[in-house]
Nanobody, 123 residues
Framework: VQLQACGGGLVQAGGSLRLSCAAYARTFSNNGVGWFRQAPGKEREFVAAINWTGGDTTYADSVKGRFTISRDRTKNTVLLQMNSLKPEDTAVYYC?????????????????WGRGTLVTVSS
C-alpha cells in the first residue's frame, strides 16, 4: 500500500485544516489507519486512529475535542479535520496503515507509512 498525505499548510491559531490520506496501488479499506505527527526536535507522536469500518476512533488527549478522524471506504481515503489549531500543533503529519483492522496508538503496529505533510500554526 502506498499512502499519500496532503492538505497541510500555514494557518493562524484558531483556524482549521483538513488533512487527507489516500491509498494507491492497493486499498487500505480493511486496515486501521492512524495519523501521527513529528515536531522539530521531538519524537513522532500519535494523533488519531480509526478502525476499518470507521466505527471506532481514538485520539491523543492533546487533540481530543478539536480533531476528528473519518474515512470514506468507497474513496479509499482517511481524513483528519483539525479545528481550533494551536501553535503546538505545528508538525509534519503522517498517515499510516496498521497491520490489523483495529485502532492502535503504537507506531510499530503500523506497516505502511506515507510521506508527511507540514502543518504550521502561527500565533
Amino acid at each position: 500500500v502506498q499512502l499519500q498525505a496532503c492538505g497541510g499548510g500555514l494557518v493562524q491559531a484558531g483556524g482549521s485544516l483538513r488533512l487527507s490520506c489516500a491509498a494507491y496501488a492497493r486499498t487500505f479499506s480493511n486496515n486501521g489507519v492512524g495519523w501521527f505527527r513529528q515536531a522539530p526536535g521531538k519524537e513522532r507522536e500519535f494523533v488519531a486512529a480509526i478502525n476499518w469500518t470507521g466505527g471506532d476512533t481514538t485520539y491523543a488527549d492533546s487533540v481530543k475535542g478539536r480533531f476528528t478522524i473519518s474515512r470514506d471506504r468507497t474513496k479509499n481515503t482517511v481524513l483528519l479535520q483539525m479545528n481550533s489549531l494551536k501553535p503546538e500543533d505545528t508538525a509534519v503529519y503522517y498517515c499510516a496503515a496498521a497491520r490489523s483492522s483495529t485502532t492502535t496508538i503504537i507506531p510499530s503496529q503500523y506497516r505502511y507509512w506515507g510521506r508527511g505533510t507540514l502543518v504550521t500554526v502561527s500565533s
